[in-house]
């Protein structure tokens, strides 16, 4: 059974950090590409970025590249999301997921863990 387990949220200022981490079990952690996505109350789930299992490839969406860094640990099962110089419209429950180099889609998703960004 494939679990995702975020950690790492909570309440922080703007011009803060934080960093968020998933642990995996039940899959073979580094065949799989960890996705990080993200939702604000009121809005659709968006893409936040992602990193490649085997070929290790970083992609980020526009709105958090040079803020968000992800990295991930391929002896602890555990992908991470450095966030820094965070901004209000960050807050959102953050969801780390996980699919094969096969799939076009992503198939397990974490409980989520919630970020707010007070001013």
């Known amino acids: 059974q494939v679990q995702l387990v975020e950690s790492g949220g909570g309440l922080v200022q703007a011009g803060g950090s934080l960093r968020l981490s998933c642990a995996a079990s039940?899959?073979?952690?580094?065949?799989?590409?960890m996705g990080w996505f993200r939702q604000a109350p009121g809005k659709e789930r968006e893409f936040v970025g992602r990193i490649g299992g085997t070929s290790g490839v970083i992609v980020y969406a526009a709105s958090v590249k040079g803020r968000f860094t992800i990295s991930r640990d391929n002896a602890k099962n555990t992908v991470y999301l450095q966030m820094n110089s965070l901004k209000r419209e960050d807050t959102a429950v953050y969801y780390c997921?996980?699919?094969?180099?096969?799939?076009?889609?992503?198939?397990?998703w974490g409980q989520g863990t919630q970020v707010t960004v007070s001013s």
């Open positions: 997921s996980a699919r094969r180099a096969i799939m076009l889609t992503y198939e397990y």
């Open positions: 039940g899959l073979t952690f580094s065949d799989n590409d």
